[in-house]
Structure formats: C-alpha cells, structure tokens
C-alpha cells in the first residue's frame, strides 16, 4: 500500500521523486475527481468541467497532463492551459469557464525539489477544510485501476482542451485598475518574477509606454539560482533590491513561482515586509479608492489591519492561516481585502485567490495617484495608524518527532510575560498567539506543508523584535 496522502493549506507537497511521483499525482487527481463529482450532484451540474494549470517546476507540464487524463477518465472535461500560468489567473479561469474547481500543479514559493497538487473549488478560491478533508477521504490506496483516458484520445474526444486562460482574466484585470495612466507615468519598474510565472506580465500589461520595465530572473530555470527558494522574502529577494539601486529603479515589482503571492520593494532598495504591504494595499482601497467594506485577515497579520479598520468604520475579521479559512470569510462578507502573513492578497472584485499580479498593480496605481515614492507610501501609512509597526519570523526545522510534545508544550504554555512585557491574552485558533500589553504580539505555528515551527512578532519597539522572537523560541523548546 502507498503513503497516505494529507492535504495541508492548499493541497499536497512533495519532494520530487521520493512521493511526489507520477502515481501519487494520479491518487489525489482520483480523490479530487471523486470530490468533484460529489459538487456536481450535490448542485445538479450537468457536464462537469474543471480547470487544470501549472508551473515552471520540473515537469509541471507532464505531472498536470496526468492529472488531466485521471479527471477526463472519470468523464470530466478539463480545459488544461497552454502554457505556464499564474495561480491567479488559473482561478480566474474557473469563473470563465463555468467551472467547478480547479488543479493546479505547482509548490509555489517552497524549495526547488518539490512539487505540488493545489485544488480549488467553483469560485476559484481556496477549498474549505471540510473540502478537503473529503478529497483525502476519496485518494485510492493504490495507483492500479485509477480511471484514466489517455492524453490524445481525450484530445479528441473533447474531454481535453487545451486554452489560453489569460483573456478573460485580462479583461477582468482592466475593470480593477486603470493601465493607462500607469503605462503613461514614465516610472521605472524592476520586476522580479523569481524565474517563475510571473515573468512577462507586466512588460504585457503596462509595457509599451512611458514607463520602463525591467526584469530579471524571468526564464525558466526550476534550480531558481541566486535565491534559496521563489519566495517573496528575504534573502530570496535581495538580488532584485540590490539591483533597484543599480538601475535607479522607482520601485522593486516582486512575484514568487506562482505569482500568487507577492513582495514590494521601495526606491532606495529597501524591502517593504508583508503585513506593512498589506496595510498599503488596504489604505489604497480605503482612501485612494475610496472603498468600504470588511477586511479579512489572519492572526499572523498586522494589527495596523485594526487601526485602519476603526478609522474607517469597517469591520476586521481574523481567521486562521491559510486561504483555506480566508477566501471562504471573503466570499462571506464581500471583503474589500483577505489576505495573510506570507504575502498573498487577494481583492473585491476578483475570485478570492491570491494575486500578486493585481496587488503589483494596486501598488503602482497608488504610487501614480498620490505622487509618493514607496518610502513615502510607507510613511504615509505610519502616520496613519500611529507610527511605525516592526515585523519578523523566525523558520525552524523541527524533528517530526517532536512535534506533537511541542504542540503540548505550547498549549499548556501560560507565561506572565515575553521579554519582560506583560501578557494579556493568549489565541489558540491557529497556533498560539501571545498579545502582551504594549499591543505587540508574538505567534508560534507549526507548517501545513513543511517540517518547519514558525515563530512571528510584530511590536511598536524596532529594539524588541529579537528578544521577544527568541522568548517565543524558547518556549517552544523541549
């Protein structure tokens, strides 16, 4: 009997060769068909279809036509992408097609020797946990008898159609924001697309005019040199800010291997950290665009999220991390932004999936309307929510030994104080969280996806940051 396969977050990961094989990719497209069919009977939805994309990882394309055969084998058409395409406009696609979900072959920002089988439902935003409990529930132990028609003759008989997924995404991207004065603006753009699927979309979307870009790491190139891995944080990303001061860049445009989540860099070669990012995307909504409505985040976001929040006479929810818990409270509450720690935003307007595309855009066009260098956005918004808010992680590897007796640990855990600042308050949703007095926080988590413990702060006191990461380490210690 093969492995049991778990979903984390958004799906299932592997290492390339070891268990992400051609058989484990055709057991989760079987539980995932299975699913599908489920939603189809359960909404009466004659003719099924769903939509399948992928990466620039090692056979990404081969992997998802695997999948693409199990799904046309059980009698679902799939419309299969062309190319290498962005998560978002995969999920954009679902909408497009009349779809009922989506797979999507990709591991997104983790290491070069993975892989992954990302699923998504009919709105083309993340799977709920009852989801996706019931795909794993519907993965077959063994690969042998897994229903499957063969690539050509699903071709033919119209189970398999291959299209250009970016047309109606395109059009769509057109009613969210204004291209032209940004095309016009005469900037100068670094993008960093971090040798993923993010490359040559922007020279597409506002190349052509005034404005410069330029992009680096825009080829193919699954061994992703000069970065530990295409995720839109530093290290990974010092190379793309180094080379915003070169050129004299106005600002440094980032997407990690999906270009679903994004990073932002400012004028002098600075990186601007996710949860300031996501306060600039929401102060852009709210003031710039003058939108009204809920902002849904997770508890590893920014407490900035609140005070704009209570400016601006709108609620904030927080939810547990992963898009898993956000998409499903966005559609909920036609949310005007969810968003999460890792960098990955998602906006009204749009399918509730990440977009490190539009949230580039978003940026820019708030960089257009006001007049404001990205130095002076930031600034602009410490002055809005009180002054400047420091953020940091800390990623451990943990031994999959330990983990449930630091699980244990932590949620027995009631400490009077972290760093010499009082405790008030301890949320055990996802994680454990800490808020101490001063308003800093303090989270620990372990990954869904990676043998990792990740312990975040964010405090009004840059000169805390460290002592109250390494209280929280050592609270995790066993």
Known sequence: MNEVLKFGTDGWRGRIAEDYTFDNVRRCAAGYAAWLLGEAARTKTK??????????????EDFAAAAAEVLAGHGVKVYLTNGATPTPVIAFAVKAQHSLGAINITASHNPSYDNGFKVRNFTGGAIDPAGLLAIEGGIPAESAGISRLAYGAAVKQGLIEVFDAST???????????????KK?????????????????FPRLIGGGATE?????NQRNPSFPEMLRPEPI???????????VKIGADVCCITDGDA???GFGDEKGAFINQLRAMALMTLYL???????????????CSSMLDVLGAQYGVPVHETGVGFKYVAPKMTETDAIIGGEESGGYAFRGNVPERDGILANLYLLDMM??????????????????GGAHYYHRIDSIIDPVKREAIKAQLTSAQPEKLSGIRVVSKNMTDGWKFVLEDGSWMLIRMSGTEPLMRVYCETRKKSKVAAILDAGVKLAQV
């Open 47 to 60: 003719n099924p279809s769903v939509v399948i994309g992928y990466d620039k990882r090692f056979q990404s």
């Open 286 to 300: 709210l003031e710039v665009r003058g939108q009204r409505g809920p902002i849904v985040k997770t508890l590893s």
């Open 368 to 385: 257009v309307q006001t007049g404001k260098k990205p130095s002076e956005l930031v600034d602009w918004l410490f002055e809005k929510v």
């Open 213 to 217: 870009i330029v992009e680096i790491h």
């Open 234 to 244: 530093q290290p990974n990303v010092d190379v793309g800010l180094k080379t915003t």
């Open 185 to 201: 603006a005469g900037l100068k753009v670094l993008v960093d697309p971090m040798w993923g699927n993010g490359a040559g979309w």
């Open 260 to 262: 679903d989540r994004c």
């Open 168 to 182: 109606e995404y395109i059009a769509n991207l057109k009613t969210l924001v204004k291209l032209g004065p940004i």
